[in-house]
């Protein structure tokens, strides 16, 4: 079958335009799931690696429940039997000249050699004279710092140089590298508290035991201790939630592609239709058709992937960028580093595309080899066939319909299952776009007719005779629009909740740090609450503590002024929980309520520095801040809690009545920062909050682009297929007197009838996806409830999208039209 | 006496949609075509000429009756001896030449070998010369005439020396001297290879070269005296 062979591979040639559409149709489709799988692989390796690296060899890590513990224990460790090494850590985010973040990891040179090895390594065993005054000025030097190496080259520096940054400039006395990429810097701990403000105070210490056992019996109390297995747990534990939403934009990326890759592929097969017919009558055998057509198929996926794999490989770039930053801003501080080039990329691209490619072309080869050939060999002919498929396809779409919708009546609590319904539900969905376009038909010819007369009716004919084609490239289009009108009144509705919850939390007038590792002292608290005409000074702290075995936050705040100037969301109740709360009740988040099955009246048990104390709940409240749970105090009860004094930030709020507002904020502003505290107005605050939160969803916003583009070229290749397969029909119009242009203008109007059609469905099927995400994703993965905001944006845009693209894809054929249509005739050759 | 080429009895088709018989194409069909034998077959159109040659070629299946081919039943060969009987013992000849559009003159020719399992570059040459196309072999289908297209058609038929050649209105598409000239040189190679061939046409220029005219009339074969 080799001149077989060849003659396929021939008519890639002959139609290149369409085998380059197809081409970039696989190969962005294969992008869209190689850059978010590798993107959000790369970011969740930095992420562990990270981790795993500050660990460095400790087997456990000893804190306070809550908050820094004061060096005075270490003497108490080192004379503990169990420890075999310990090393204390300070460790904090440290803000560079060029506006950069930055880990600052404050250690003992000496104690920590035995924990970081590497990290020790470099200044204090070369036994040059340099490496040996470098050493010295590390310990002796309250400016001295070491520098991961990656960073010194981005940096341009050297041993020798300074780092700029907002504590002052830094004196570089070495580098070293870091095997997890992370930009670091490290300090002798002791210059760390200093430089910090945090004198006698380390966040936690590094351990080596050989007696677990004992060691617990003798910490037990007031001390949280971890194994590197429990940390690594609980840093699982903290971003399972935005790993599970990242593998679902994975998968609805590889949703769309394959149903793009589908629609490639169906396409070159329904396309040679007639060879496969004239195959068959020469005594090729169905086996061997479908071999042929497969080797098209397999080389299309693979060249697909290939270049699909390379777009992807330098779509992760951009998107690891953007994934790790999200990371940053809710979870954990991360420099995430791009995975590097491997042969295992364009294996994956290729698996996706060949895999994507053959399983597309199943169906239409499975009908192409039954089909006899004496039918193929007639050519394309009108057929009320399509039609009864079309209704034989809504019928397994309403059957995978029902299944979806009973996998989210009735499994919706488990997040997989969720995510299968969802998928499910708009598989099915796709499946009805056949029927729905030939109960549209009449609505659609009248529509097209009063744009276009004549060619506008047969425009409408046109794409319900060929439904076969139409169908699957509508379908996949209004799947790609739906997702960008899903998604898009998803995060616009969660933008939205968010603006309405800042409203009812954050209402103070000035805000003094908002960082949850920056410390505001408690002398300016007490200095700011005692100028006159501040109504109120809230002192938050934000703590993260370990509640049935699982991550939570506990926050500190001052009941009273929160009572007189806030006006909290509540899931039940309203404003009277503050008294209970003054009286050392505790209020509780919505996920937290969610998570832990806590409600109104129960209990929350927390390990406090004396052991478990009983805290009643007293109400649950609207909550964006942790997907978690989190638990609010008063700051009394807090401090009698864990002993911790600890304030990230406060929240100022002057008296309503005051007529000096502007200037005692001034003045304030003035206090904070002689003390080098950063200041916010309320707006300010709002606005980091909403930026935080867009860059958050820069990657969901991405996969909407990524859909679209996918799309276009769906729908590109769609047309240019019919174009092509209806040349002698252009022929017989040609005879009967239609101009160039009226031509044109029909090829037009079927891609605007196409575009019509799929943003049509896409509004019905994108609302359902948009209150699908809110109400049961969102639900299921963060344990909030957002609250649907309809907004005409996303289907303004989405409409304004269909048009483009539906309109750009019809220019490549109208101009075909116009540079071939003279010359057509009525024959098949 | 020789065992006949074709032979056809009692046959029928039906096509149907939603279960429901729609159009009979064939009503009791029966035929026999000698070895080596012309015939040519007119009939309207609809009348199921078209539909009683894929019948023959077992591109189609009959909804009854019996279609031997060299002495062997189509139905009981089953979907693999069909497609071997195409391979080796049919030729097709088609009003639209259903050359391969991506293959040049010889390739479409050699492909006819190729799936025969004869690999013999030297006889697609030889056909291409018989039928007048030396010097045309390396053209693509668009790159000749509508005569030229279908002079490939027959090579590419001829070229397996099959026992009979079915033909779709090999004139339908071509000027009267052209369609003349084709019918000539089909009519000739078919009787120098001693091969059977059953022609379906409109054209009376077929009576000139056919050893026996038939006539189907409403999905019956009837023979037909005198030439239309």
Known sequence: ?829 | MNTPVVRVVDLWKEYRENGQAVTQALRGANLEVAPGEVVALFGKSGSGKTTLLNLLAGLDRPTRGTVEINGRCLEQLGEAGRTELRRSRLGFIFQFFNLLPTLTAYENVFLALELAGRIQPQAARDALERVGLKGKEHRYPHELSGGEQQRVAVARAIVKEPSLILADEPTGNLDTATGDQILQLITERCRQGGTSLLMVTHTPLACRYADRILKMVDGVVTEDEKCR
Not at chain 1, 556 to 582: N, P, S, T
Not at chain 1, 625 to 651: C, F, K, P, Q, W
Not at chain 1, 689 to 711: C, N, P, Q, Y
């Open chain 1, 1 to 829: 079958m080799r001149t077989v062979t060849r003659s396929f591979l021939r008519h890639l040639y002959r139609r290149r335009s369409l085998s380059l559409l197809q081409l970039l149709g696989i190969a962005c489709g294969v992008a869209a799931v190689v850059g978010m799988a590798l993107s959000a692989r790369s970011a969740l390796s930095s992420f562990s690696q990270a981790v795993e690296f500050l660990r460095g060899k400790s087997t456990h890590t000893l804190e306070r429940l809550a908050g820094p513990m004061d060096e005075s224990i270490l003497r108490q460790l080192a004379a503990d039997p169990a420890v075999v090494s310990f090393a204390p850590v300070l460790e904090r985010r440290l803000k560079l000249g060029n506006g950069d973040l930055v880990r600052l990891l404050g250690i003992d040179p000496f104690l920590d050699r035995a924990i970081r090895p590497e990290l020790s390594r470099v200044p204090f065993e070369r036994r040059t004279s340099r490496s040996f005054e470098d050493s010295i000025a590390f310990l002796t030097d309250e400016r001295a710092v070491l520098i991961e190496a990656g960073l010194a080259r981005t940096l341009g520096l050297a041993t020798g140089g300074s780092v700029p940054t907002l504590k002052g400039p830094l004196r570089v006395v070495g580098s070293f590298a870091n095997p997890s990429g992370e930009p670091l810097i490290l300090m002798d701990i002791a210059h760390t508290q200093k430089l910090l403000g945090l004198g006698g105070r380390i966040d936690h210490v590094d351990l080596i035991l050989d007696d677990e056992g004992g060691f617990a019996s003798r910490w037990r109390e007031g001390y949280r201790i971890q194994s590197k297995r429990q940390r690594q747990d609980t840093f699982g534990a903290m971003v399972g939630a935005f790993r599970l939403n990242l593998e679902a934009l994975s998968l609805m990326a590889l949703f769309v592609s394959v149903f793009l890759i589908y629609n490639t592929a169906m396409f070159a097969v329904v396309s040679r239709r007639r060879d496969a017919g004239i195959l068959r009558s020469l005594g090729a055998s169905r086996a061997e058709v479908a071999g042929a057509f497969l080797t098209e198929i397999a080389l299309f996926g693979t060249l697909g992937g290939l270049a699909g794999s390379l777009f992807g490989f330098l779509l992760s770039r951009a998107l690891t960028e953007v994934i790790g930053g999200t990371i940053s801003s809710l979870y954990f501080f991360l420099r995430t580093a791009p995975m590097p080039w491997s042969w295992w990329v364009p294996a994956a691209g290729v698996a996706v595309g060949l895999g994507a490619s053959l399983l597309g072309s199943l169906y239409p080869l499975v009908e192409l080899t039954r089909t006899d050939p004496a039918v193929t060999l007639r050519g394309r002919s009108g057929s009320r066939g399509n039609r009864r498929r079309a209704w034989i396809v809504a019928l397994a779409g309403a059957g995978c319909l029902i299944a979806s919708i009973l996998l989210l009546a009735f499994f919706s609590k488990r997040v997989y299952a969720a995510f299968i319904g969802v998928f499910g539900f708009l598989f099915g969905l796709s499946l009805l776009t056949g029927v729905i376009m030939v109960l549209a038909e009449p609505l659609l010819g009248r529509v097209l007719a009063s744009f276009g007369g004549l060619p506008g009716r047969i425009a409408a004919g046109n794409i319900i005779r060929n439904l076969g084609r139409t169908g699957v490239a509508v379908a996949a289009f209004m799947m790609a629009l739906s997702l960008s009108i899903g998604l898009g009144s998803m995060i616009g509705s969660f933008r939205q909740s968010l603006i309405w919850w800042m409203g009812t939390q954050l209402r103070g007038d000035l805000y003094v740090s908002n960082a949850s590792d920056m410390e505001v002292p408690e002398g300016f608290y007490e200095e700011i609450r005692g100028i006159p005409g501040v109504g109120g000074v809230d002192t938050y702290r934000k703590a993260q503590v370990t509640y049935r075995g699982r991550a939570i936050h506990v926050a500190a705040i001052q009941a009273g002024v929160l009572q007189r100037f806030a006006r909290f969301g509540w899931v039940e109740g309203g404003d009277g929980h503050w008294e209970a709360v003054k009286r050392g009740d505790v209020i509780v988040s919505e996920s937290f309520a969610r998570s832990f099955g806590a409600s109104p009246g129960g209990v929350v048990t927390l390990e406090g520095a004396k052991g478990p104390v009983d805290l009643r709940i007293e109400g649950v409240f609207y909550d964006y801040s942790t997907e978690h749970g989190l638990v609010m105090m008063d700051r009394a009860t807090y401090i009698a809690l864990y002993g911790d004094r600890t304030i990230n930030s406060i929240a100022v709020f002057i008296d309503p009545s005051e007529p000096r507002k502007r200037r005692i904020l001034d003045d304030i502003r003035a206090r904070a920062a002689a003390r080098g505290l950063p200041v916010s107005t309320r707006e300010q605050f709002h606005r980091n909050i909403l930026e935080v939160f867009d860059s958050t969803f820069a990657v969901t916003r991405s996969m909407r682009i990524m859909a679209i583009v996918i799309a276009f070229f769906g729908i590109t290749g769609a047309l240019l297929t019919l174009f092509i397969e209806r040349r002698r029909d252009f022929g017989i119009l040609r005879a009967l007197g239609f101009s160039t242009g009226q031509v044109a203008r029909m090829t037009l109007l079927e891609a605007l009838g196409m575009g019509i059609v799929s943003f049509a469905l896409s509004s019905g099927v994108g609302t359902v996806l948009a209150v699908l995400l809110i109400r049961v994703i969102n639900l299921r993965s963060f344990n909030w409830t957002v609250f649907y905001f309809p907004d005409w944006q996303p289907y303004a845009v989405t409409a304004a999208t269909a048009l483009a693209a539906s309109l750009g894809a019809a220019l490549y054929p109208i101009w075909k039209v116009h540079r071939t249509y003279p010359q057509m005739q009525i024959r098949e050759e």
